[in-house]
């Protein structure tokens, strides 16, 4: 039999071990509890708030609130719905700034059939730096100013100022070809957009403006009609002027297609700019500096050959 010392020895030890598995596995347990989370989701009318409560080791209890993005839910999309508005307004705009709508942009170069005659457009580079040009210090920051006023107008029911407004505009461009241009697109835009897409109000202001609405004008006034965003028309009426632009040019250097897309980046951020531009500019604000683009607008008039109406 054992002695009584070794007894003694072999019940510490015993006991020790008891007590050191114990503490063990209150650690473990506590550590468990302090990475386990409590989420309580409550759910709100544009998604859900999660709250997380975090138990630490210190039995301090940290309270963390996170918005969920994009939760599904069960509930329908009601017809009038932000998102439904926002795909009715760019299915429109991708129809009405299409060059498969017929407006008749695939007639005319805005002068750029004069400056590939004259040498001044023969390539990449010599074609971004000449629509830049057009772009922000020229014809394209005066449409897009025209556009965002008439726009406003519209959308406010102000037809006097509409009015003078078209008026401006009209009086604004600088040869008779680009009145040819920019008038028979406007109503042709006017014409078929009223046509399959007649909105109430839209006849009050074209009547409105008296005059024949320039293109953008017309742009303005069909969008405002319509409640598409005025932001989003800036940006897709740039983008469609400029492509055109291009496009015309495709042909007279000529440009490949993948030539015509690079074009098309670099003037990405001018098409920002001029937009941004645009949207705070007061009409005392407008004015041209492209003296050679205006001035291909004039001699194409005389050109011996031409393949653009402009």
């Known amino acids: ?49 999660i709250t997380i409560t975090t138990t630490s080791i210190a039995i301090i209890p940290t309270t963390t609130t996170a918005t969920s993005m994009l939760m599904t839910t069960n509930e329908p999309v009601g017809a009038g719905d932000l998102a439904g508005r926002e795909a009715a307004a760019l299915y429109r705009l991708m129809t009405w700034l299409s060059p498969a709508f017929p407006v008749g942009g695939f007639s005319y170069s805005s002068g750029i059939e004069w400056a590939v005659e ?38 406010a ?5 509409l009015s003078e407004i078209a008026e ?31 909105a109430e109000g839209l006849d009050t202001m074209v009547a409105a403006c008296r005059t024949p609405p320039v293109y953008p ?11 598409v965003p005025l932001a989003s028309t800036l940006h897709a009426f740039l983008h469609a002027l400029v492509s055109n632009w291009i496009s015309a040019a495709s042909r007279l250097v000529p440009l490949g297609q993948t030539d015509s897309q690079r074009v098309l980046v670099k ?7 001029t937009a941004k531009r645009a949207l ?4 005392d604000d407008l004015g041209s500096a492209s003296f050679r683009a205006d001035l291909a607008s004039l001699r194409h008039e005389t050109q011996y050959t031409r393949l653009f109406r402009s």
């Open 157 to 161: 029911g102000e037809e006097s100022l």
């Open 217 to 227: 004008v017309a742009v303005g006034v069909v969008t405002a009609m319509h409640g």
């Open 280 to 283: 705070s500019a007061a009409l």
């Open 1 to 49: 039999m054992p002695r009584p010392a070794t007894r003694t020895v072999t019940m510490i030890t015993r006991i020790t071990a008891t007590i050191i598995m114990t503490t063990v596995t209150t650690i473990m347990a506590m550590i468990i509890t302090a990475t386990t989370t409590i989420m309580i989701m409550s759910r709100m009318t544009m998604g859900m708030i």
């Open 267 to 273: 003037l990405e951020a001018a098409v920002a700019a």
């Open 168 to 198: 401006l505009a009209a009086a604004f461009v600088p040869s008779r070809e680009r009145q040819l241009e920019t008038t028979s697109q406007g109503r042709a835009f006017i014409e078929i957009s009223r046509a399959a897409w007649d």
């Open 118 to 155: 004259a040498g001044d457009v023969t390539d990449i580079a010599t074609l971004a730096d000449w629509l830049d040009a057009m772009l922000s210090d020229g014809s394209g920051f005066c449409d897009a100013t025209f556009l965002v006023h008439a726009y406003r107008a519209a959308e």
